[in-house]
């Protein structure tokens, strides 16, 4: 029980895949709740769940088994599915449940969650700012969330108290905790999380593209630089989707200015401008040295 | 000698940065040698050089020691100072000896050091496809070029013999040795290389500047995607303002396709086009999972 005290009697999580398994590990491994409760829409995902020895959920086979009684119910689904899971699984909220989320969206997702939830229960948006470019029940593990931030973004008139069980759950998965507005939130992951996985998406698929390049040669020579992008290429196709087309407004405003700076570099490369690039290259070097004394990577 | 005959008797590194100081410590590790001779053009990196234990090269106080009787000479300097380095070592070169380098730009360099080059001796255009974010002497390690592609852009009428031995000392180090034509190589190497440096320095300049996102929050919150970009953006300023600029030709033609690309992956997320989208993100992770498969990245 280390100490923090028990947070929840019964915590379900809904969605079993990287983040949503790893939530059930972690919570079940740092004995944050009595009882964790599983549930995936998919069937095939139950069954993979299942026979995952220390998964730390029990995994029902309904959303209304594992929902019903639970006293805090996290949705860990790709963004745009959200909603739907929001309106099936409101109606079997116990009277004073907590519901909360994963999705690195927060406004749209307010949106779309705030009309089915029952007067008696309250929503608290989160967003666990970590993950792997794995997917599925089999790539989570308990100590995703150490050290990596989770951002809350209460909505207004919600009681502290609510907040701050959730706010506590996290602190014990070992997160720093943050909190802010659902629309700054959008902001911050927008030049973050989306604009990068945006363009590494985007040079990939350039670079499969070319016909004077072969994607044998793409791949052996790779290690030059082009080999990180592939690795943020290759998260979830699904979970992106979504947060591109539920971020819409903040990604285009972020895109807009990231495509400023590149005509104005594509100016300086064309016009021989080498001290404008020295500048540029020496002072996005600092900005690593920031990152690595701040914990959030390492040499 | 493991199963490689002494390739040279005395090789010169000029230049002790992190691929010649790699070079000077792997040469000597593998006994690929006789004797390795360093130079720096900075003292405070002679210095430097010479305080390390295991660099693997006798560090000499001028170029032309270094150069005199080295069989092999490798130029480790960024790509707009090897020109100058030519004209000022080629005159010491003796009969015979190979000139070789380790640029990422290949055309341009070839341009540049030809007219200086003896009649007597050889030059054997390379370019290891290995590095880190690290910088100087100090950031050199024997293992850099095990596992990795050096390219070498031979000119015509090179004799084979020459070629075979700078083949030889790569495949020596642990390289995959390749051979195309400088123009190929520079356009292969925008994609793979040069253009992932330009989007990761310039993401991390528009991030830095933004007037709704403080610094301090694209610190905080970078596990989001943004990190992976932030260590590619601390790589060497001047080597690569150098590579820039002189492969000027390949880089904007390679911009060009991003650009296009990008415009159009803007449009599907203005007008919600999950299904392109998400058609774009599945494929992009495969050419992950065969990166992988190449040994090019690790799970």
């Known amino acids: ?149 989770c951002i809350l973004t209460p909505i207004e008139n919600t009681p502290r108290l609510e907040v701050e069980k959730v706010s506590n759950l996290w602190a014990g998965l070992g997160s720093d905790v943050e909190e802010m507005d659902a629309e700054h939130h959008d902001i911050v992951l927008a030049i973050t999380s989306h604009i990068p996985h945006l363009i590494a998406y985007n040079i990939v698929g350039t670079a499969a593209d070319l016909e004077e390049v072969t994607s044998s040669e793409v791949i052996k020579y790779s290690a030059g630089g082009f080999r990180d992008f592939t690795r943020i290429a290759a998260s979830d196709p699904v979970m992106w989707r979504d947060v591109f087309m539920n971020n819409k407004e903040a990604v285009l405003e972020m895109l807009g200015r990231f495509t400023e700076d590149l005509t104005q570099l594509q100016r300086h490369i064309r016009r021989g401008d080498g001290q404008a690039l020295e500048d540029l290259f020496t002072r996005t070097r600092e900005i690593r040295r920031s990152i690595i004394e701040a914990g959030q990577a390492t040499e």
């Open 1 to 149: 029980m280390k100490d923090f005290d028990t947070v929840f009697d019964k915590v379900a999580i809904i969605g079993l895949g990287l983040i949503g398994s790893s939530l059930t590990r972690a919570i079940s491994d740092k004995k944050l709740a009595n009882q964790v409760l599983g549930f995936d829409g998919s069937e095939v995902v139950r069954a993979e769940a299942r026979g995952i020895e220390g998964f730390g959920a029990d995994v029902t086979e309904t959303l209304e088994e594992a929902v019903s009684n639970a006293d805090l119910i996290i949705m860990a689904v790709p963004v745009g599915a959200v909603g739907s899971l929001a309106q099936e699984l409101c109606p079997h909220l116990k009277d004073g449940a907590i519901l909360s989320d994963v999705g690195s969206v927060k406004k749209s997702i307010i949106d779309t969650v705030v009309p089915h939830l029952p007067e008696t229960c309250h929503f608290v948006p989160g967003h666990p700012v970590a993950g792997t470019e794995y997917s599925g029940p089999k790539a989570g593990f308990s100590t995703l969330f150490e050290g990596r931030w």
